[in-house]
């Protein structure tokens, strides 16, 4: 089904990105002018070399003071030629980024302390969860994100702009649609940034910026392999630098094993209850079968007896760890490729073009399992010897219920759960010199999306059919699959849940920056803008259907528009014209951004910072501003989703009352229509010191204060809904009135379809319960990054020290105004992620090891498993070995050799002995072993 969605799509990019690659790489390669040709060290930013010196040993943060190019606009301002005031950069240059290894721009960002969700982790094992349904890994600077928003609180950039989001069931840029191969830098601003870039940079920007020049023709391939797993990347990069353009095409590809949970040993789905531990696993290939004593008005379980096949007795159990032939880390594979153009096109006006294709496959694999309740009627129905059968009729009813894996008829790891993204877009920057002082830049930005998933499964409402049938050709026989009509099985396993969204993004841009006036500080400058988006999001999602079957179903639509108007003004009051002994210099800024949504209005959102040096090897640091997180489209179309769901018993009991037996619940799911922004206030003091009496040293210290409010949230499904979420339950002992349910029902389409016949039968409906999702939550967060690095020259070559970290130092969250403020740092929540990397150059040697520790952290004992109390630490170690092979022939000249080896000492997650499958038996992080990568690149 994937596939085939997506055929003519592909095609049809994969076409227009080669043409445009064609198109601007052969007037390039044919021509024989007689422009001086660049290297492309020569022709490197000068920015790019001071982010690549910093960043040996540790990520660099780049200060307001530092060098930077007179034409490089640095991620968090509009300004040319200085880094944002008041902020913190960090900055992964070349040489970090080839340090690392990373096949993915994901793997990347998990090299950083700061994203805290992605640290010490492997983030393509999010892409295994809920059965594949989320087709986004979203890297979250210090963990700070809406928890039921499908956006995240950190903005991901490229070049400095968006491009469409991905996700069926979420609506999220993902990182690994940037070819690793074209990646020149990459920088980090941690703190808010919807000043500058608008919505979702309530945590920071992430800025993925690629190649502007290249010449020659670079092959880079690495392999890496570990116990039963193994990953491939490599890319591919031609170019054509005249010293007055360049053009070029990078093409990047990866394909990664599937990690099972058999693979490592950490990985398990058992009970700790009690020693030896014993598997969750019910739906195991010999079957379980439970009977139940309920009592019928209220659904309540009165008793229940287990009984083990294949011999049936009382009180034993068939168990398994399913998690043993399920996909930890699916299978992958990614094509990406990107084509660039930069061009004087005379002494004042510049063109920058960029075209890109990326396309992501995922393939899980697990079993077919599930639960029938068995009737009578069934002719394999069997009752175990010795029970007696309750007679019919009354208030007390014996239910059968038999949990099997389908195996023993299908096979194991039959089951494919997969997902697709694609990703595609062309833009086009125009920037044009006024004058001396005032530079114009337009942008163009067009990208669009497509994304699917594809969930086989087991069809409940014809299992339970199934379990119903007395005719042997349709009925199931769970005691013994293997026994069952296989065409029966076959139409059971013709079921999936299946979804496939499309995101078109229209954006265009222009900015007017320039100087102002001279003060006796320096120049004051500003910059100011307007920006158009216009966003076009469609989505379709089915559950229990035909495989296949998704293309009948049409898709819902979003669209909005969004108008902006941004400006930024720096002021330098003192600075090397009027500098005094103990004031270096002062630089202030202000900056702003109005956005204008067609769907919930308007928002405005300022920033104020400051730069102050005492002495000149000394800066301190300040800002503080406001930011938002739009709910998105994806967002928005809940409220067109929401549905009714009524169930024969009572989900939560008002304190005082008693809802009388047989009363009913009735509930509502989705979101609530017209979803508004959730805001933030940040702010963060700092500093930067560089001291003259340790010459090599620079050290960054940033404290943060974030306060997120109006959060996306679902009202909590327990009885402290009462107190939490007082407005979205309403209950009568009485039953509740015609009036009232009606009026519920008026709140999801077709809510009368389930309503209605409550209210014609005369059913006592106790409570009404609005789940829907809406701004509720409150969060609160502070804490400190950190980094320092160290470098020294000697004798032999070099040596550098570098630590980068974060630490939080509070994290409290409130579900809903009307709730409690909890203290979630106490207990889930390692407070420390570190890294420190120690390197030596020697030659044309480059060698490095890397630790990185995550802390560990108290959990709250369950009555099931009173033994645990906190889970451990979580330490690794990285060596990176390069060495750029000497030699003038063309076999030798620039070629280099790489070894990376993670996770040297194959340390494995903290264990977590909690009673839940879905966490696998570990925490505090992810490993996929000793990971040996052999790395090769060769320039021509």
């Known amino acids: 089904m994937i596939g085939k969605v997506s055929q003519r799509t592909r095609l049809q990019v994969g076409t227009a990105v080669g043409g445009i690659a064609a198109s601007l790489l052969m007037p390039w390669m044919s021509s024989t002018a007689a422009a001086q040709v660049v290297s492309e060290s020569d022709r490197r930013d000068a920015q790019t070399q001071v982010l690549e010196q910093q960043s040996v040993g540790s990520a660099a943060n780049v200060s307001s003071e530092r060098p930077v190019d007179s034409d490089i606009v640095v991620t968090g301002t509009l300004l040319r030629g200085s880094a944002p005031v008041g902020s913190n950069v960090i900055a992964l240059g070349q040489q970090a980024i080839v340090s690392t290894g990373a096949a993915t721009s994901n793997e990347l960002l998990a090299t950083i302390p700061q994203v805290t969700n992605y640290f010490n982790r492997v983030p393509a094992a999010d892409l295994a969860i809920a059965v594949n349904q989320i087709q986004v890994s979203r890297p979250n600077i210090r963990n700070i994100s809406p928890r039921n928003a499908s956006s995240s609180g950190t903005l991901i950039l490229v070049d400095g702009h968006r491009i469409a989001s991905s996700g069926v069931r979420q609506a999220s840029i993902d990182p690994d649609a940037i070819p690793t191969g074209a990646i020149e830098r990459v920088e980090v601003a941690t703190e808010g940034g919807s000043a500058t870039y608008g919505a979702d940079a309530v945590a920071g920007v992430i800025n993925f910026i690629t190649r502007r020049r290249f010449d020659g023709l670079r092959v880079d391939a690495r392999y890496g392999f570990a116990d039963d797993y193994w990953q491939t990347d490599a890319s591919v990069t031609a170019g054509k630098d005249r010293g007055t353009g360049s053009a070029y095409v990078s093409y990047t590809f990866t394909k990664n094993d599937p990690l099972f949970g058999r693979d490592r040993d950490f990985i398990r789905g058992v009970s700790y209850a009690s020693e030896p531990y014993v598997p969750l696993g019910r739906t195991c290939d010999q079957p379980n079968l439970s009977i139940n004593t309920v009592f019928v008005p209220a659904n309540f379980t009165l008793s229940s007896v287990n009984y083990a096949g294949p011999n049936f007795a009382p009180n034993t159990v068939n168990a398994c760890d399913t998690v043993r032939d399920r996909t930890v880390v699916p299978a992958a594979e990614r094509h990406g490729v990107i084509a660039g153009l930069f061009q004087n096109l005379d002494d ?42 309750i007679p019919g009729g009354g208030v007390i009813a014996q239910r059968q219920a038999v949990s099997f894996s389908f195996a023993p008829a299908v096979g194991r790891g039959t089951q494919h759960p997969s997902t697709l993204t694609e990703v595609w877009g062309f833009n086009a920057e125009l920037r044009k010199e006024l004058n001396d002082d005032w530079q ?39 005691y013994n699959i293997a026994a069952t009509n296989s065409a029966l099985i076959a139409d059971l396993l013709d079921n999936e849940i299946a979804g496939q969204a499309r995101d078109d993004l229209l954006n265009m841009r222009a900015i007017a920056e320039g100087r102002l006036f001279t003060l006796p500080g320096g120049d004051v400058r500003m910059a100011a803008g307007y920006e158009y988006m216009r966003d076009e999001f469609k989505q379709r999602y089915q559950s229990d259907i035909r495989i296949g079957a998704l293309s009948t179903f049409p898709f819902n639509t979003y669209d909005r528009d969004v108008h902006s108007v941004f400006g930024e003004v720096q002021v330098p009051l003192f600075g090397a014209e009027n500098a005094l002994s103990w004031l270096r210099s002062l630089v202030l800024s202000a900056s702003g951004r109005y956005d204008r949504y067609s769907d919930f209005g308007d928002t405005f959102n300022p920033k104020f910072g400051a730069t102050l040096k005492p002495v000149d090897w000394l800066s301190l640091r300040g800002n503080w501003g406001t930011s938002f997180t739009a709910p998105t489209p994806l967002d928005q179309l809940g409220s067109q989703q929401n549905q009714i769901s009524s169930f024969a018993f009572v989900a939560f009991n008002r304190p005082g009352e008693a809802a009388p037996p047989g009363s009913y619940t009735v509930a509502l799911q989705g979101s609530r229509p017209e979803l508004q922004p959730q805001e933030a206030e940040t702010w963060s003091v700092g500093f930067d010191a560089d001291p003259p009496f340790l010459p090599g040293l620079h050290a960054s210290v940033s404290y943060y204060n974030v306060t997120f409010k109006d959060i996306l949230a679902t009202p909590s499904p327990n009885s402290t809904i009462f107190t939490n979420f007082p407005d979205n339950i309403t209950t009568n002992v009485n039953g509740l009135s015609p009036a009232e349910l009606r009026a519920f029902a008026a709140l999801a389409p077709n809510g009368a379809a389930g309503i209605e016949p409550l209210i014609a039968s005369g059913t006592r409906v106790y409570q009404a319960v609005d789940f829907r999702t809406a701004n509720f939550g409150v969060l609160k967060v502070s804490g400190v990054d950190f980094t320092a690095s160290y470098r020294q020259q000697t004798g032999f070559g070099s040596f550098d020290l570098g630590v980068n970290g974060n630490y939080q130092l509070t994290r409290k969250e409130r579900i809903s105004p009307d709730a409690p403020e909890v203290d979630v740092l106490r207990t889930e929540n390692p407070k420390l992620s570190l890294q420190t990397i120690a390197g030596v150059d020697v030659g044309p040697a480059r060698f490095q090891a890397t630790w990185n520790h995550s802390s560990g952290y108290d959990i709250d004992p369950t009555t099931s498993v009173p033994v645990q109390d906190r889970v451990g630490a979580f330490n690794t170690v990285d060596l990176f070995l390069k060495y750029d092979v000497p030699g003038e022939s ?41 990971l040996f990568i052999l790395g090769v690149s060769k320039q021509f």
């Open 348 to 389: 004042t006006t510049t063109l920058d073009v960029r075209a890109f294709y990326s396309r992501r496959e995922t393939t899980s694999t697990s079993t077919f399992d599930g639960t029938v309740n068995m009737a009578p009627s069934n002719p394999y129905y069997f009752v175990p010897p010795g029970v007696m059968p």
């Open 440 to 478: 114009l830049r337009g942008l163009f930005n067009y990208s669009a999306s497509n994304s699917a998933f594809s969930s086989p499964g087991v069809s409940i409402p014809r299992l339970n059919a199934a379990g119903r049938s007395s005719d042997p050709a349709t009925a199931i026989n769970p």
């Open 890 to 930: 063309k076999l030798l000249r620039d070629l280099s050799l790489s070894l990376n080896v993670r996770n040297v000492f194959n340390e494995d997650p903290p264990i977590l002995r909690r009673n839940n499958p879905e966490e696998n038996g570990y925490a505090n992080g992810f490993t996929l072993g000793r």
